[in-house]
C-alpha cells in the first residue's frame, strides 16, 4: 500500500526552523521584513547617536567660556548691557561654509541647539513612555487581577482623569512641583524633571485599561489556576506568570507613547509651558522661529530645522511602533 505524497510545506507561510525559534526571535525575523519598521528603526538611531552622542560638545554647562552653552546663552539674554556679537552674515543669510543650519539672534551657530534641543525632546519621550508604562501596568495588573471594589475604584479613577484636559493636568504639576524640584536639582533642569514626570503621569491611563482587559482574561487561565492550587502568592503569580504574557503588550504600548509624548512636549514649550531658556528643545526653538519671521527679514531656517527634526522623529517613532505592533501580535 503506498502512502499519498505529502506537498512541501509553503516556505512563505511556514518555516521548520520556526519550530525552534523562539517568539521573541520570530518576532525579530517579522519586524524585519517590514520595510517602513526598518528605515524608521535606521533615521531614530541615527537622530539618537547625533542627539545623545554630541552631548558632551552641546551642553558645556560646566564651562561658561563656552560660545555655544546654554549657561552662556542665558547671559545674554538676562545681561542686555553686554552688546550680542555681531551676526555672521549682515544679510540674514546663513553662511553655507561655517554656519550650514544658520544663525539665531546671537549670530552663533543653531547646530548645537538643535542637537541638543533634540537630545532633551526625545529624553522627554522615551522617559515619559516609561513612567507612563510603568504606572499603567501596575494599576492594570492590580484591578484586573483584584477584582471587585478594587477595580471598581480604579477603574472610576482612571474614567475622572480621562475627563479632565491633560494639559490642565501638567500645568497643574509644573505650578506645584517645580518650586519643590528646584530644591534638589538646578532650576534648568527642575522644569525638564517636573515635565517628564507630568506627561508620564497622564499617558497611562489606555494601558491601565489595556492591561486591566488582558489579566481578567489570563486570571482565569488554567496555568493561573494551578499556580493557585500550589499555594503561590498574589505577587508571585502576576510577576511570574501573568506579567510575563503581557510583555509584547507593553512593549508595543511604550513605543507608541513615545511619539505622543515627544508631540506633547513640543506643544507646550512652544507655547512657553514647557522647556524654558536656556534649554533649548525643538518645540521652543520653533517658537522662536515664528518670532522671527517678518516681513522685514524672513529668517526661515529657525523654524525649518526645528520642525523638521521632530517630523523626522515623529514619522520614524510611529513607523517603529507600528512594526512592532506587528511583529508581536501578527494576528492583531
Given amino acids: 500500500m503506498t502512502l499519498p505524497a505529502i506537498a512541501a510545506p509553503d516556505p512563505l507561510l511556514f518555516d ?6 523562539s517568539p521573541w526571535r520570530m518576532a525579530l525575523r517579522r519586524f524585519r521584513r ?9 533615521v531614530l538611531l541615527i537622530l539618537l547617536a547625533a542627539c545623545f552622542g554630541s552631548l558632551p560638545w552641546t551642553m558645556g554647562l560646566s564651562d561658561p567660556s563656552n560660545p555655544q552653552s546654554p549657561v552662556r546663552y542665558q547671559a545674554h539674554n538676562l545681561d542686555q548691557s553686554k552688546k550680542p556679537p555681531a551676526w555672521a552674515d549682515r544679510s540674514g543669510k546663513p553662511l553655507p561654509t561655517k554656519f550650514w543650519m544658520g544663525t539665531d539672534g546671537l549670530g552663533t551657530d543653531i547646530r548645537p541647539r538643535f542637537l541638543l534641543g533634540g537630545a532633551i525632546s526625545l529624553s522627554i519621550g522615551i522617559c515619559s513612555a516609561l513612567v507612563a508604562a510603568l504606572i499603567g501596568t501596575t494599576v492594570g495588573l492590580i484591578a484586573g487581577y483584584a477584582g471587585g471594589r478594587t477595580d471598581a475604584l480604579l477603574m472610576r479613577l482612571v474614567d475622572v482623569l480621562y475627563g479632565l484636559p491633560y494639559i490642565l493636568l501638567v500645568i497643574l504639576m509644573r505650578v506645584a512641583l517645580v518650586p519643590l524640584a528646584a530644591s534638589v536639582v538646578p532650576d534648568i ?3 525638564y524633571c517636573v515635565l517628564l514626570v507630568g506627561i508620564g503621569a497622564v499617558s497611562w491611563l489606555t494601558l491601565a485599561r489595556v492591561v486591566r482587559g488582558q489579566v481578567l482574561s489570563l486570571r482565569q487561565q488554567p496555568f493561573v489556576e494551578a499556580a493557585r492550587a500550589l499555594g503561590f502568592s498574589n505577587s508571585r503569580i502576576l510577576g511570574r506568570h501573568i506579567l510575563p504574557n503581557l510583555v ?5 504600548y ?3 507613547t513615545v511619539p505622543a509624548a515627544v508631540l506633547s512636549e513640543s506643544f507646550l514649550s512652544f507655547l512657553g509651558l514647557g ?3 536656556p534649554l533649548p528643545s525643538w518645540g521652543n526653538m520653533a517658537a522662536d522661529g515664528m518670532e522671527a519671521l517678518n516681513p522685514v527679514l524672513v529668517r526661515w531656517w529657525l523654524i525649518l530645522w ?3 527634526g521632530l517630523s523626522l522623529a515623529l514619522l520614524a517613532l510611529n513607523f517603529v511602533g507600528d512594526g512592532l505592533r506587528d511583529a508581536i501580535d501578527p494576528k492583531g
Fill in 16 to 21: 521548520g526552523a520556526d519550530a525552534i525559534r
Fill in 34 to 42: 517590514n520595510l517602513l519598521a526598518v528605515i524608521g528603526a535606521v
Fill in 189 to 191: 533642569w527642575a522644569n
Fill in 248 to 252: 509584547g503588550t507593553i512593549v508595543v
Fill in 254 to 256: 511604550a513605543t507608541l
Fill in 275 to 277: 522647556i524654558a531658556a
Fill in 306 to 308: 526645528p520642525c523638521a
